[in-house]
Structure formats: structure tokens, C-alpha cells
Nanobody
């Protein structure tokens, strides 16, 4: 059973940085293939929004609202993905969710989800 364990959320002032981490516990022994991990976010009253993802050994992907400010990286051997968030804005305030699954033929199946970590950016 794969569990996604997020950490790193908190309160930060606008313009500052924050780094989120997500560990895919149990991935090494899982029979489910995971080649992509990433992040979504959901602000109050809004739909869940894609933030960033990394497909190991292939590429990284970003949502339009975070391009140039956020960087996703990871350590495949450690089953961990990081989201470095810079130049944070109040509109980045949301619960950030880690997701993991397999990408096949260009489609990412987010089979596993974390509990979410709150990021609050004050103006």
C-alpha cells in the first residue's frame, strides 16, 4: 500500500519562499507502477488546480500560474518529490496535495493522493 506523506506547509509572507516535500511510502514494494509524482492545490471555493509534476527520467510540467516561480524536483531512489515555491503571492494560498501514479501515452493516472498541507501566503 502506497501512502503519500507531505510536509513543509506553513505561513509565509508574500515574496518569500517555501519548500514542500512528498514521500511515497511503500512505493518500492508496491506492485502498482508509479513513474510520475506531482502537486495539485485547492483554494477555498475553487476547483482543484494542477501545479506541477515530474515524470522520472522524462520531463517536468507546470501549471501556467506557477511557471517561472515554482520548481519541482525529486529523488526517484528515495521516492520523494519536492516543490520549491518562490516569489509567493497571496493567491498561492491553498491546500497543496501530493499525487502519484503512472503516466501512459501522455495521460497521468493519479492513483494515490496525500492528505494535503496548508500553505498560507500573507500580504
Amino acid at each position: 500500500q502506497v501512502q503519500l506523506i507531505e510536509s513543509g506547509g506553513g505561513l509565509v509572507q508574500a515574496g518569500n519562499s517555501l519548500r514542500l516535500s512528498c514521500l511515497a511510502s511503500g512505493r518500492s514494494s508496491s506492485t502498482v507502477s508509479i513513474n510520475t509524482m506531482g502537486w495539485f492545490r485547492q483554494a477555498p471555493g475553487k476547483e482543484r488546480e494542477f501545479v506541477a509534476a515530474i515524470t522520472w527520467g522524462v520531463d517536468t510540467y507546470y501549471g501556467d500560474s506557477v511557471k517561472g516561480r515554482f520548481t519541482i524536483s525529486g529523488d526517484n531512489a528515495k521516492n520523494t518529490v519536492y516543490l520549491q515555491m518562490s516569489s509567493l503571492k497571496p493567491e498561492d494560498t491553498a491546500v497543496y496535495y501530493c499525487a502519484a501514479g503512472e503516466t501512459k501515452a501522455g495521460t497521468w493516472d493519479q492513483k494515490f493522493w496525500g492528505q494535503g498541507t496548508q500553505v498560507t501566503v500573507s500580504s
